[in-house]
């Protein structure tokens, strides 16, 4: 991407970063597909002061990171995608919860349809944090960063929500100390 007013490319990193890896300060920063929840509250604690060291005052961190309800049902996530001769079925689901530790065993599982991988199955299951609008409140509150809004990523106009509001896809703008 390159800016509008120099010309040029920004500064690009990419990867999961306790921080301890960056050279220098940025702009702002991005946390997609709620690899946050892959962290635990005090995980997430350790990762938002590395990030707030890294980025610029009144910089932004977008981190787009799910919010379930205190008593949410299990949730599952299925459909299909073709490209080409290519036909996936794909499945994301939440298998158990434990709500006193606030963790959540997840399972994703790809399968090839139709093309060269037919009948290919990739299957990952994955330990996550269970994260509601009050956990999420307190460990953000207890980071360097302020939220200062919250859209829902869910629909196509992604409009600004409650920052006490619930959703799959939502994404948070923290802004830097």
Same mark, same amino acid.
Do not use: K, N
């Given at each position: 991407?390159?800016? /509008?007013?120099?010309?040029?490319?920004?500064?690009?990193?990419?990867?999961?970063?306790?921080?301890?890896?960056?050279?220098?300060?940025?702009?702002?920063?991005?946390?997609?597909?709620? $690899?946050?929840? *892959?962290?635990?509250?005090?995980?997430?604690?350790?990762?938002?002061?590395?990030? !707030?060291?890294?980025?610029?005052?009144? !910089?932004?961190?977008?981190?787009?990171?799910?919010? #379930?309800?205190?008593?949410?049902?299990?949730?599952?996530?299925?459909?299909?995608?073709?490209?080409?001769?290519?036909? *996936?079925?794909?499945?994301?689901? !939440?298998?158990? +919860?434990?709500?006193?530790?606030?963790?959540? *065993?997840?399972?994703? +599982?790809?399968?090839?349809?139709?093309? /060269?991988?037919?009948?290919?199955?990739?299957?990952? *299951?994955?330990?996550?944090?269970?994260? $509601?609008?009050?956990?999420?409140?307190?460990?953000?509150? !207890?980071?360097?960063?302020?939220?200062?809004?919250?859209?829902?990523?869910?629909?196509?106009?992604?409009? /600004?929500?409650?920052?006490?509001?619930?959703?799959?896809?939502?994404?948070?703008?923290?802004? #830097? /100390?």
């Amino acid at each position: 991407m390159t800016s /509008p007013s120099t010309g040029t490319c920004p500064r690009r990193r990419t990867g999961w970063s306790s921080g301890s890896a960056l050279e220098g300060r940025f702009d702002g920063a991005i946390c997609a597909i709620s $690899t946050a929840g *892959l962290l635990s509250a005090d995980e997430l604690g350790r990762h938002l002061e590395a990030m !707030a060291r890294h980025l610029l005052p009144g !910089a932004r961190y977008l981190v787009q990171q799910g919010l #379930a309800g205190d008593q949410a049902e299990l949730w599952r996530s299925e459909w299909e995608a073709e490209r080409g001769e290519i036909r *996936l079925h794909v499945v994301f689901e !939440a298998l158990e +919860r434990d709500l006193d530790r606030a963790r959540e *065993l997840s399972r994703s +599982r790809v399968e090839v349809l139709t093309g /060269p991988r037919a009948g290919a199955v990739v299957e990952d *299951l994955h330990t996550t944090t269970y994260w $509601t609008p009050a956990t999420w409140r307190a460990a953000i509150d !207890a980071s360097p960063f302020a939220q200062v809004a919250c859209y829902d990523g869910g629909l196509p106009e992604r409009p /600004p929500v409650e920052l006490e509001q619930a959703g799959g896809y939502l994404w948070h703008e923290l802004a #830097a /100390p």
